[in-house]
């Protein structure tokens, strides 16, 4: 995080924090169980922050794997890591202990939550930005788990993450398999278990499942969206021939225009997004080629216009059937029409920033 070149009080004040070290009130020197709990109190701390040190939480899950994956190999090369930046002399690590160490079912959470940390970086799109939240909720019940203890044998498959507001951790429960075989055959390395998340909030859960993806959607589409989701989610499926879906028809045309203006609007080179509806949009999309949005879905133009007509019907208040409304949902998501629109203005914004 580099300063500008006459940086406010604020501004140092934000770097600081940056490259402030996160502390720990574990001592790493007193077993790898509390060398594990330190790193994940460590990496907590980082999550939680406001500015995040991608370096160092993907340097702290690394150093996680190694530790269930190496064991005491790994614990006394950091060990002596850590005498050297405290100054004390190499004899010292006579004094320290691997013991207590961590049970087989604590090795197999800490892995896989390391992993999934690793794997949201390692999957992420081009303009994707990391969920934070969810890194977050998954570090801080693995480290109360390990806190509590989990018995040697305990055979683990799935922890369940009961999650409010502000990816806030109301309580988690790990779930274990009553057939104590089950996996207890298997390497540790090779069980995998499900993170079976529980929001709390549900117009969040779905805001948060598309906007560290769809990053290049207004902030009022991406409410739009998961306000449609929910309301959609909650609709009775019982006498569906008896319910009018005009509303969240609407919803949907309604986010599709104004991103497709913008999206046109940037491939003009346009300040501002021209005021164009429905059947102009149309009309547009058939006879121009606006990069990733006409690549993305063939004959896009044409596939809008087949739906003009729905659009006004849903406009003027008039019944909509559920088929009728499937139709526009699958457009905007099914067919990843919103996908490539949000990755267009990511695009045409870093075009512009280059200048």
């Known amino acids: 995080m580099a300063l500008s070149q006459n940086p406010s009080l604020a501004e140092v004040q934000v770097q600081n924090e940056y490259f402030q070290p996160a502390t720990t009130s574990h001592n790493a020197l007193q077993g790898m169980r509390e060398f594990a709990l330190a790193v994940m109190d460590q990496m907590g701390t980082y999550l939680r922050r406001e500015h995040k040190r991608d370096d160092m939480i993907r340097f702290l899950a690394t150093d996680l ?20 930046m405290k100054g004390l002399p190499p004899a010292a690590r006579n004094q320290v202990k691997a013991v207590p160490a961590l049970t087989r079912a604590e090795r197999i959470l800490v892995r896989n939550a390391a992993q999934s940390i690793l794997a949201e970086y390692a999957f992420m799109g081009e303009h994707d930005t990391a969920d934070y939240g969810a890194m977050k909720v998954i570090m801080e ?45 298997q390497e540790e390395s090779e069980v995998m278990i499900y993170f079976d ?30 306000t449609a989701l929910v309301q959609e989610s909650s609709t009775p499926r019982k006498s569906a021939d008896k319910i009018s879906y005009t509303g969240l028809a609407m919803n ?104």
């Open 252 to 355: 949907y045309f309604g986010l599709l225009e104004q991103e497709l203006r913008d999206v046109i609007s940037f491939h003009e080179g346009a300040t501002a997004p021209k005021k164009r509806m429905w059947r102009e949009l149309c009309e547009y999309l058939q006879n121009e080629h606006v990069p990733i949005v006409s690549d993305g879905i063939e004959l896009l133009g044409d596939k809008l216009k087949a739906l003009h007509g729905l659009r006004n019907r849903a406009a003027h208040g008039e019944f909509i059937t559920h088929e009728e409304f499937a139709a526009v949902r699958a457009l905007a998501l099914d067919s990843n029409l919103l996908a490539y629109i949000s990755q267009a203005k990511s695009a045409y914004a870093e075009q512009r920033a280059q200048g």
């Open 197 to 226: 998340w529980h929001s709390l909030d549900e117009i969040e859960n779905e805001y948060e499942s598309y906007a560290h993806t769809l990053t290049g959607l207004r902030e009022e589409s991406l409410k739009t969206l998961a």
């Open 141 to 185: 019940c693995c480290y109360q788990a390990v806190a509590r203890g989990i018995e040697e044998q305990a055979d683990l498959w799935s922890v369940k993450l009961f999650v409010d507001t502000g990816n806030q951790l109301v309580d988690w429960e790990l779930q274990f398999s009553d057939d104590m075989a089950f996996g207890l055959d």
């Open 65 to 84: 794997l190694k530790l269930v994956d190496e064991g005491e190999r790994h614990y006394f090369e950091a060990v002596r890591e850590i005498l050297e």
